[in-house]
């Protein structure tokens, strides 16, 4: 029956992001990632693409480089999208977009000023979304896409529970004391038993972007997916200021404001994008090591892996053993990489991962320099508060 299950989870996970666009926006706090990476001019960095908007920071931050790849094509298309605009919009317009999630007559602005600014495979998803994504009267962009479909259908359930006033005042309180007087008031309320059933299907989890084995590492350390929730919620609401926490505004909200929102929609980083910083990002569709081995013409001395080994923890170990192989062969001499994990401890199948260095062979254990209390006290201030541990490491040797 297990055995039976678990199939039927990885179908549909396999259907949802074969499918969909998944991520409309990213779900990893820059702010942390650029502290971890202290980046300049002179790096060249990789970052798997999600939504794109965490390439525009690191460009924004002085990267000279920023490669992209992402398996879902609609994720680069996303972030393709995204370039174009930055290049031929006003900032408003832009804003409109992107910050707000709808801008009316978007089909017309999409052919006249975007559309020839995107790769083949993007101009074929864009003509058939853009409208529907971006100037639809019933939802924003950010309600859009599995992970947008699943915040919309949250929001109708807390509409549905009579508690949209409270979430809004969390969401716009001005102090901590607040949120959590006011989440307190509410917490039993929302966790009806209908939220925590809801919360528990793998296919709420595959909306989320969660498949079985990341499911897997979370249960590991909490025992059931539902109390690890409940913890993330209550470290946002009750320990973070939401003040300035545009993830979870524009789940609640279904848009961005010019207070609150990723550095690429502040008019300062929108501006500096559009002068050239944006023309050092690229994007490419394939695997992590497809596109290492891809013929780059130079190192990458910066990595950002997001949860995805995660994902490669159990069934597709080979393929997690492939990624590093070609990791450490497009690595520049100590090369940092950066990753997060549902779970409290990637040891168990990250460091056991067999490597060839130099024509050496030995553990990728031997060749990581953690910096384990740098990454602690960074992840106690991610504004996501979603993953169960954060990581920053470099390359000995490389």
Excluded at 91 to 117: D, S
Excluded at 163 to 190: H, T
Aim: some cysteine; hydrophobic content about 35%.
């Amino acid at each position: 029956m297990g055995s039976l299950v678990e199939r039927v989870s990885m179908k549909i996970f396999a259907y949802v992001h074969g499918n969909n666009l998944v991520y409309n926006t990213c779900w990893e706090d820059p702010r942390i990632d650029k502290q971890a990476l202290n980046l300049t001019g002179d790096d060249v960095v990789f970052v798997i693409t999600s939504a794109g908007c965490n390439a525009l920071s690191y460009a924004i931050g002085g990267a000279r480089r920023v490669y992209c790849a992402d398996m879902n094509y609609r994720q680069n298309a996303t972030l393709d999208l995204k370039i174009a605009g930055i290049k031929e919009l006003d900032y408003e317009t832009f804003f409109q977009l992107f910050g707000k999630g709808r801008l009316p007559n978007v089909e017309k602005i999409y052919r006249e000023k975007l559309r020839a600014h995107l790769p083949k495979q993007s101009q074929r998803y864009w003509d058939r979304y853009i409208k529907k994504f971006f100037d639809n009267p019933s939802k924003t962009f950010y309600f859009c896409g599995t992970s947008g479909f699943l915040a919309y259908l949250i929001n109708k359930y807390v509409d549905f529970r009579g508690l949209r006033k409270p979430i809004d005042a969390i969401i716009n309180a001005k102090s901590v004391k607040e949120q959590k007087e006011i989440w307190m008031g509410i917490r039993e309320k929302f966790w009806s038993p209908t939220m925590r059933f809801f919360v528990n299907q793998d296919a709420t989890m595959a909306m989320a972007g969660v498949p079985k084995d990341q499911r897997k590492q979370i249960e590991t350390t909490y025992g059931k997916l539902v109390p690890y929730v409940q913890e993330c919620l209550d470290a946002v609401f009750c320990v973070l200021p939401t003040e300035d926490n545009y993830f979870w505004r524009v789940y609640s909200t279904g848009s961005y404001t010019k207070e609150c929102c990723p550095e690429y929609l502040t008019e300062e980083g929108f501006s500096f994008l559009k002068k050239g910083a944006v023309d050092n990002i690229s994007t490419y569709t394939g695997t992590v090591e497809q596109f290492l081995r891809s013929g780059l013409d130079q190192k990458i001395n910066k990595f950002i892996l997001l949860d995805h080994m995660d994902w490669l923890s159990d069934k597709y170990y080979d393929a997690l053993v492939a990624e590093w192989d070609a990791i450490l062969s497009a690595a520049a001499p100590n090369a940092r990489v950066l990753w997060r994990s549902g779970g409290l401890d990637t040891s168990g199948y990250i460091d056991r991962v067999p490597v060839n260095l130099h024509g050496k062979k030995m553990l990728l254990r031997d060749i990581l320099e953690y910096r384990s209390q740098e990454a602690a006290e960074l992840h106690k201030c991610c504004r996501v508060h979603t993953y169960g541990s954060f990581y920053i490491a470099d390359v000995r040797n490389a």
